[in-house]
């Protein structure tokens, strides 16, 4: 299974203007925990809004520490593969 999280904000993110993926966000084991990730994708937000477009991801439904990250960062379910 994949989610595809989309920005809370956005009640129809498909209908307003580009969407832009962010993707292969990793962290190292030993470093997992100090916000290296959260850091990275809320520059990658930014920038992605800043253009005027929607960003969104995917995640292995089993990435427990992703999903949690994602979600303090805004992103909601929007799809569940299965």
Known sequence: MVRLPFPKSHQHPL???RNSEIGAVCTL???AGQGF???LMNVLIE???SRGEIPFLHVRTTNERA????RRLG???RVVFQ
């Open 15 to 17: 209908k307003t203007g």
């Open 29 to 31: 084991p030993e470093y």
């Open 37 to 39: 990730s959260a850091r």
């Open 47 to 49: 920038k992605i809004l």
């Open 67 to 70: 999903i949690a990250l994602h």
């Open 75 to 77: 992103f909601a379910d």
